[in-house]
């Protein structure tokens, strides 16, 4: 799909798209209500734009705030155009360009961090060299029995891609990850 | 509203409906009963505060909420019940948020026991609804109610207006609970910008006392901000001697008869206003939203100049134009500050925009909605001409379907005030005239209502002439009819070759005899000259006059801006040959829509 190319609405846009699409991290603040998701994901879908990674949790308890971390990608005028359409939603508070702000901080990208769970199954020697690569890794093993291991093992995006490549010929089962958790470095909150 | 005992009292859910109605100065809904509503219908039969009207589709409903609203100003009301009277509301829904009219709509839901089982009549209103709205709330807790529903009349009227649901299960009609007063009930997050930046108003001000070719481009958003922002949008352009034109949806922001007006721009505008906004030099955006039918071919689109929005919505700035100034705030706010500014500190010399004038005088003579009338066929453009003649010295609303008669009524009916025109622009909705003149006569029962209609576009709703009966609004049907579906078959000439598929009005009702089936007046003219008596009839009946005006059947609407070509690239009436028509479109402007 490469709607984010265009902007929306207009069936008239006929001018090459010169700027090239970025991956940017945005957190959304909102009222933690029914609905508010599906909504964040309806003007995702209805618009045309990507979702690469999406988590979502309640944060603050209190005043029933949620934040929702989304990675997207597309042109700098189509990250704009997604940030001001989250900013129209009524239970959306905030919404902060993370990519944006590590940049204005002067730092190449903001902290991102996700978990997966990895299970893995086999024996012999498969079994001991993927013990012997999650501890390389720093991945913990939170199960296992004497025909598997479920890994956890947290990190950047790139670090987990890459320790599920290398699990995969030695008995990959399954995988399940949280999604990017992310917010800018400093001392300044959102 | 400052009755005490209101503040806190135990009502039921149904109860609580109406009372937030009236606490939210409601006077008129637009509705359709149906079991799910029956307890709020039962409240509405106990009081005579909100007056109920009694639509036969809800559709209509939701067209003449919309006509309520943009006439008045205030928040169309309606009432439907669960299931399929909520998905007839869908289209008003859309209609209203593409078009930024505060639309409240209240609708009914099965119990919340039943909720998910498929029960009868049950649909996932706030699922369905949930794009074609600003906000909409399913209420769960009937002490949410009152909260709920003053927070659904301020969401649909401030910022960007537009259409909300408020889905109340029938169970919690029934249920009591407390009800607490809009002033009493708690505010979320949701709070619009209004205050424009300073410092962007002043470069605003600064780029525009520099400009040679300066150009005001209103919309829509100008009639949203209220009488204020039309009143200070006129002393701006008295200030600056600049020319305005406007979208589909600003007209009569800036009155037609000034002087320095330039008529509506985009698809169908006048030569004139497209060609200003090619040329100009300094574009000021107020109100509108670079929509494709104004903008024509992006890359295009005034090549040569700096632009400057002022718009309440951040997502309509850089949307579909790059502007070097973007100010984010409500059009009257910002126009103020902005005509103070501009008193301050610019030394006024019209002198400079003379060369501008001269340019404009010359595309002006091309006279580009010149038509040729005809002794014995009534041209389109000729009878709007004669309506407006007729009828200026009336107090007139007008509204309109969708289609060629709708852009001849813009381009020959002439507006001076706003609030004065309700018409389909974003979504292009096919029926909303009828009812939407049902709301304004309703909100101006003294007024003189007008439907411009097409004989296509008038049978999407044409029940609505039985709630016009029962309510007694006189509203005055006035159909082009030329036995076509117009700008379908227009569009067929442009681009299909001609190939008339299915836009031909077979089995056409007489009109006459069905005004006359419903109760109203019927009118029928042929010729041009009866049509004078025959409009002057139509205004003096104080009933609901259907007028079967027929006029020549393959008139085409033009000026025209063939799609996929820019703003000086018009197709003039005097030039569209058959053989211009025909080729006026290239194989790329052929996909576009």
């Known amino acids: ?190 | 509203m400052s009755n005490g005992q209101n503040e806190r009292r135990e009502m039921t859910g149904a109860e609580m409906v109406v009372q937030a109605l009236k606490d939210n100065g409601v006077k008129h809904i637009f509705g359709y009963p149906g079991g799910a509503v029956l307890p709020i219908y039962d409240e509405l039969f106990q009081q005579d505060d909100v007056e109920h009207i009694l639509v036969r589709h809800e559709q209509g409903a939701g067209h003449a909420a919309e006509g309520y609203a943009r006439s008045t100003g205030k928040a169309g009301v309606m009432l439907v019940t669960s299931g399929p009277g909520a998905t007839n509301a869908v289209t008003p829904l859309q209609d209203a948020l593409m078009d930024s009219i505060p639309l409240v709509c209240i609708t009914g839901q099965v119990p919340t026991s039943l909720i998910g089982s498929d029960a009868f009549q049950e649909c996932d209103t706030v699922g369905i609804t949930r794009p074609c709205t600003k906000h909409n709330w399913l209420v769960k807790d009937v002490n949410d109610l009152s909260a709920i529903i003053h927070e659904a009349f301020h969401v649909a009227t401030t910022g960007r207006p537009g259409p909300v649901v408020v889905d109340i299960p029938k169970d919690v009609q029934f249920a009591k609970g407390t009800y607490v007063s809009p002033q009493t009930a708690p505010r979320t997050s949701y709070k619009p910008r209004v205050q424009g930046d300073l410092g962007q108003i002043k470069a605003a001000v600064e780029l525009m006392a520099k400009a040679k070719k300066p150009i005001l481009y209103t919309g829509g958003g100008v009639v949203n901000s209220g009488p204020e922002a039309s009143h200070l949008l006129r002393e701006l352009v008295d200030l600056t001697g600049f020319p305005i034109t406007s979208t589909l949806m600003g007209l009569g922001c800036y009155p037609a008869s000034g002087k320095n007006w330039l008529g509506m721009l985009g698809m169908h505008g006048t030569y004139e206003a497209n060609m200003a906004m090619h040329d100009c030099d300094v574009m000021l955006c107020i109100g509108a939203r670079f929509d494709d039918r104004i903008t024509g071919r992006l890359d295009a689109f005034a090549p040569n100049s700096r632009k400057i929005h002022i718009d309440v919505d951040p997502s309509s700035i850089n949307k579909n134009v790059h502007v070097d100034i973007g100010i984010l705030g409500d059009v009257a706010t910002v126009l103020e500050d902005m005509v103070r500014l501009w008193r301050a500190t610019v030394k006024a010399d019209k002198k400079a925009l003379h060369p501008w004038w001269e340019q404009i005088a010359r595309w002006r003579a091309r006279d580009s909605l010149a038509f040729k009338t005809n002794p014995d066929v009534i041209m389109p453009q000729y009878a709007i001409s004669r309506l407006y003649e007729l009828t200026k010295d009336h107090d007139t609303y007008i509204t309109t379907e969708v289609g060629q008669h709708q852009m001849w009524a813009a381009q020959y009916f002439h507006f001076d005030k706003p609030n004065r025109w309700m018409t389909s622009g974003g979504l292009g909705t096919m029926g909303y005239g009828l009812p939407a003149a049902l709301g304004v006569q309703i909100a101006h029962p003294d007024a003189l209502v007008i439907d411009i209609a097409g004989d296509a576009s008038i049978q999407m709703c044409i029940q609505e002439m039985s709630a016009a009966i029962q309510h007694d609004a006189p509203i005055k049907i006035f159909i082009l009819n030329n036995q076509y579906m117009g700008m379908v078959r227009q569009w067929q000439q442009l681009l299909h070759g001609n190939r008339l598929s299915h836009s031909y009005t077979e089995a056409m009702p007489d009109f006459v005899k069905l005004a006359e089936a419903y109760g109203a007046h019927g009118i029928r003219c042929e010729k041009p000259d009866e049509l004078d008596d025959a409009i002057r009839e139509m205004i003096t009946v104080r009933k609901p006059v259907i007028f079967d005006c027929r006029v020549a059947n393959l008139a085409n609407c033009f000026p025209m801006i063939p799609s996929g070509k820019a703003h000086n690239e018009m197709l003039l009436p005097d030039e569209a040959t058959d053989e211009a028509v025909a080729n006026a479109i290239d194989a790329k402007g052929r996909e576009l829509v």
């Open chain 1, 1 to 190: 799909m490469n709607a984010q190319l265009q902007p929306t609405g207009s069936a008239y846009f006929m001018a090459r798209e010169t700027e090239k699409p970025e991956t940017h991290t945005l957190s959304v603040l909102v009222d933690n209500e029914p609905g508010v998701l599906a909504r964040v994901i309806g003007l995702f879908s209805g618009r045309g734009y990507n979702i690469e990674s999406l988590t979502v949790s309640e944060t603050e308890h209190e005043t029933h705030l949620s934040r929702i971390t989304i990675v997207t990608r597309g042109t700098p005028h189509v990250l704009q155009q997604i940030k001001h359409q989250l900013e129209r939603i009524v239970p959306v508070h905030r919404v902060v360009d993370l990519t944006v702000r590590a940049q204005e901080l002067g730092q190449e990208r903001p902290l991102e961090r996700e978990l997966a769970l990895v299970k893995v199954a086999g024996t012999g020697t498969d079994r001991v060299e993927a013990l012997r690569l999650a501890d390389a890794f720093r991945a913990h093993v939170v199960d296992a029995n004497t025909e598997h291991f479920i890994f956890q093992i947290t990190g950047k995006s790139s670090k987990i891609d890459q320790f599920i490549a290398i699990m995969r010929p030695l008995g990959l089962v399954e995988i399940c990850r949280t999604g990017v958790a992310a917010m800018n470095r400093g001392h300044q909150g959102m």
